[in-house]
């Protein structure tokens, strides 16, 4: 039994650290009328107050074509929400609306793209007509799916690795399934990590201390001591942690190899810099000078929002990890045992065809939104892809009666991590392409479709009242035949349903 938890949590801690990472525009079309702000079908829910769009992270409503016809993010490979939220939902318990990312749902998904040959991405589109059972869908109605993937890596082709562990041992580091877990997990990476890699650990509680400098692995005895002296207890001084976790990652910077600081924590600071805004800042300065960051979220109690922002700032990315269970079907299943990046500062752009679509909506990404401008802007900052991996963007759209042709032109712009030479790559999309019964497609499609207004209704978004969970449920309960993800999918769905009544 110890040996299989050890071998599920340095599945978790292995695949963290080798991997990279408005204005309501209306329609003209009388079969589309958007339900209220708030509107809960019979059998919907809802945990909160509604989400009615605006600034910040609120869910924005529709952007007219005709007058802001391009729509720019910041690709974002993070899946922390989803994994949060299935916690909460198997718990019993509602998932607070802010926590809820629908993007961070659709990717939690695979996808199925085809890899590109080169570096880069391969750039997919599809689409569908919305479900019967969908609310407010109209004969204009579709769903534009827009796939990234990055290609994989070949087995033994990565960079040497600096890895600098930040570990939370404070007080409610003790839950089960957060220290134990963490402890477990380092030990056997240690043991199967290269030669030529080098591994440094700090600890933070009241304050912050140095259990061990960067150390050649090769020095595993070591490294194995300095993980044995991990000790809960004291408070929760974030601030301190991470600055001395950049320090001596700065210290021991390897030029040519991957450096990285790996947060692992509940994410609720009680001392210090409670605020993420000043650590965000010092993240920024640090992944400038190549540092990138990851953040593992662990716990019952796990502050989401300050994990997210300063992963996003720091040039990676954040997961949250709940069982050993979820830590093989999650991360060993879906990202590669990579130290590699394939595309920095990666952006995406969609720009609609007014003459075809009268209204869109991009869904979730809203702190990841971008002006036009800064898609060729490369000071702007991105997101960082690795080897791999698929990001995927689901727009809601409304056509024009009788619209046929080109619907709309998507960019994907990016650096070299080695180089940072931009690059990009576009194709363009036509209405004939969205134009299949939700029936008809995909399954992979069906599922996004599927976990993103999912996600809409428990953030009790304006859009929530256009589903209601038991549709979710049977689509999810109809597409999970051999697919352990969705089946669990439907499992949290079938437990919300219980929670919103």
Not at 231 to 241: F, I, K, P
Request: net charge negative.
């Amino acid at each position: 039994m110890v040996s299989q938890f050890r071998a599920a949590a340095v599945a978790v801690i292995a695949a963290l650290c080798l991997t990279a990472c408005g204005a309501d525009g209306k329609s003209d079309s009388a079969s589309y009328e958007k339900a209220p702000a708030g509107t809960m079908n019979p059998q919907g829910g809802q945990p909160g107050p509604a989400i009615t769009g605006g600034a910040g992270d609120e869910a924005p409503g529709e952007q007219a074509a005709s007058s802001q016809p391009v729509s720019t993010f910041a690709v974002d490979v993070d899946t922390a929400s989803y994994g949060y939220a299935k916690r909460q939902l198997l718990a019993g318990q509602r998932p607070a609306a802010g926590t809820i990312r629908p993007e961070e749902f659709v990717n939690s998904f695979q996808q199925g793209y085809r890899q590109p040959s080169g570096d880069g991405f391969a750039v997919a589109t599809d689409g569908t007509r919305l479900p019967k059972t969908h609310g407010n869908s109209g004969d204009t109605a579709r769903l534009l799916r827009v796939g990234l993937q990055t290609r994989a890596e070949p087995e033994g082709q990565r960079l040497d690795a600096s890895l600098t562990f930040v570990v939370d041992v404070s007080g409610s580091m003790a839950e089960p399934g957060k220290l134990d877990l963490v402890k477990s997990g380092l030990h056997t990476l240690v043991d199967q990590l290269r030669t030529t890699d080098s591994v440094a650990l700090v600890a933070y509680s009241d304050d912050a201390d140095v259990l061990r400098q960067m150390t050649p692995v090769r020095d595993r005895s070591a490294l194995h001591g300095a993980i044995d002296r991990l000790r809960v207890a004291g408070s929760t001084n974030l601030q301190s942690g991470l600055r001395l976790g950049y320090e001596t990652a700065r210290k021991s910077f390897r030029e040519g190899a991957t450096n990285r600081v790996i947060l692992l924590s509940d994410g609720l600071p009680n001392v210090g810099t409670t605020s993420a805004a000043p650590l965000v800042r010092e993240v920024q300065e640090a992944a400038a000078k190549q540092i990138t960051m990851m953040g593992v979220g662990v716990g019952s109690d796990y502050g989401d929002k300050f994990m997210e922002e300063l992963a996003d700032k720091g040039d990676g990315y954040v997961v949250y990890v709940s069982s050993t269970a979820e830590a093989n079907k999650v991360f060993v299943e879906q990202l590669p045992a990579t130290l590699s990046v394939r595309a920095l500062d990666a952006k995406a752009q969609v720009e609609f065809d007014p003459a075809a679509v009268v209204s869109y909506r991009l869904i979730g990404y809203e702190n990841r939104t971008l002006s036009a401008s800064a898609f060729r802007n490369d000071r702007v900052d991105g997101g960082e892809v690795g080897p791999g991996h698929a990001v995927t963007a689901l727009y809601a759209l409304h056509l024009r009666e009788g619209a046929e042709g080109h619907l709309a032109d998507v960019r994907v712009r990016w650096q070299d991590p080695r180089t940072r030479e931009p690059s990009e790559q576009n194709v363009s999309v036509t209405v004939a392409s969205l134009d299949r019964a939700f029936t008809e497609a995909g399954p992979r499609l069906q599922v996004c479709y599927t976990a993103a207004y999912f996600a809409e209704v428990l953030r009790s978004s304006q859009y929530a009242g256009e589903v209601r969970l038991d549709d979710l449920l049977r689509l999810a309960e109809g597409l999970s035949e051999g697919d352990k993800q969705v089946a669990e999918l439907a499992e949290v769905i079938r437990a919300a349903t219980k929670l919103y009544r």
